[in-house]
């Protein structure tokens, strides 16, 4: 290809993975001697990172396809989709304004398959991408410890989109993240479907946040996400010891009920769930406690979504992501029976978010007058700076500082749910 027809833009959709993959694709692209640019106006070749999660994530990358085939009208651009939509739906060739698609584990292959008309590519289902390292911009940075899931939630279609587990080796995940820190990250978030079940020849997920956390330079480790049912409480200790781990749990229960949570095939109970939680606020009393809430499982009954309820009340999230049940085609849950009316889920699910939100807001109260040591993080969409305290909480403040300055904030009030304060002397939290 010319030169002046290898200009790429990545629109990413989903989670943080897929964040991470879209860097992946950039320095793969990069190297073959193709130019990022801003926006897809400028460019030659627009590439969707696509998620499968939700029905609704689909639909908009629909969209999105079909607005960009109107630039495609005008200008001879290739569109081409990739991610986890794309290795669920390969039919999307079929779609005139799509040029290539490509799933999660292909994206060496991308430079070849640009080239070339009509292509999907599903991949090689052990790739782990072990030494390509992306630098996005910022000082928080992304390190995938592992790929693909071996879980089977029944709602859940990762696993048949992104494959199996692997995990990385460990001495390249420990060097990436000391090019990281060269490059001037002083955040780092390990990255996996679920960290817990990490294993490379025998190191496990604690062992190993222990080796990231004694790297000099990561100011902040955080990782994501935890399952319930891998819960090891090594990495509790871990936590509470290493002074550059954040105290900050992100930990998804999905539902308060035992037969819920055994249809989903979630392998845990409440009564478990709520004893690692006593047990992780025993050793780490200020933990920040964060979960996912699904809402309107086949069969759920009015009074199964009242249990979800009340263990919400009683666990007090400090926040939580919470979706409505809509099937995945090719998941079990899928096939079960859902009798609940789309009008009756979202009954549901408006009642546990008002419920929440009440719930985040006494807790950020809670931080009212209080003096946190943080890291400035971005600037804010209403102006000033978000830092992020190592409890994992963002707080906004309208002073003059510099990203990357680790200071003391103290709370002087709420903008709606967001923590704000101002800059303090030799306080901290
Ligand atoms: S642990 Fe369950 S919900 Fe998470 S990615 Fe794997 S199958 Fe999906």
Known sequence: MEKESKRFHIITYGCQMNQYDTGIISEILKNEGYIPVN???DADIVILNTCAVREH???RVMGRIHSLGRLKKRKNIKIGVVGCMAKRLPELLEIPEVDFVAGPDAYRNLPVIIGREGVFEEGNPFEDYNEIWPLNEGISAYVSISRGCDNFCSYCIVPYVRGPLRSRPVDTILEEVEYLVAQGVKEIILLGQNVNEYNYKGVGFASLLGMVADIKGVEMLNFLTSHPKDIDYNMFMVMAEKKNMVRYLHLPVQAGNNRILKLMNRHYTVEEYRDTVRRLRSILP???LTTDLLVGFPG???KEFMDTLALVEDIRFDHAFMFRFSPRPGTLA???EDKLT???KIKRL???IDVQNRIIRERNKEMLGKSFRCIVMKPAKKGGYLCKTWTGKYIAVSENV????????????LRGNTPVGITQKDKEE
């Not at 510099?402 to 009030?413: A, F, M, Q």
């Open 39 to 41: 926006n897809e106006r």
């Open 57 to 59: 994530a689909e639909k």
């Open 286 to 288: 200020d933990v920040t």
């Open 300 to 302: 759920e009954t009015e």
């Open 334 to 336: 899928a096939l079960m």
């Open 342 to 344: 789309d009008e009756e």
């Open 350 to 352: 408006r009642k546990l």
């Open 402 to 413: 510099n990203i990357g300055d680790v200071i003391s904030v103290k709370v002087t009030h």
